[in-house]
């Protein structure tokens, strides 16, 4: 990946995991490496993977507490994208 392929770019930094050992991936792997290509990285989220329920059919289901996390973060996260300022022309 380019070294500023996100400079200036708002990132929602999202993952699931088995293990509450694995929350701390975010803050110390992911928010480190999309800093360094230049993100603007907002406030992300890490859900345990018993808090996701596969239905038949391919259908997703979050615990309510957990879905009422992820909406406040991705409120959060459409925020940071309508205020970033549109591209200008070259």
Not at 16 to 28: E, F, I, Q, R, W
Not at 42 to 52: A, K, S, Y
Not at 71 to 81: M, N
Request: no cysteine; aromatic share 4%.
């Amino acid at each position: 990946m380019p070294q500023h392929a996100f400079t200036g770019k708002p990132v929602l930094p999202l993952a699931t995991g088995g293990s509450p050992a694995h929350a701390l991936a975010l803050d110390y792997a992911r928010r480190p490496a999309l800093t360094a290509l230049g993100a603007h990285v907002t406030q992300g989220r890490f859900v345990l993977d018993r808090h996701i329920t596969a239905a038949p059919g391919g259908a997703v289901a979050l615990d309510h507490d957990v879905g009422l996390q992820l909406a406040r973060v991705t409120d959060q996260f459409a925020r940071a994208l309508s205020s970033r300022a549109p591209p200008t022309a070259a």
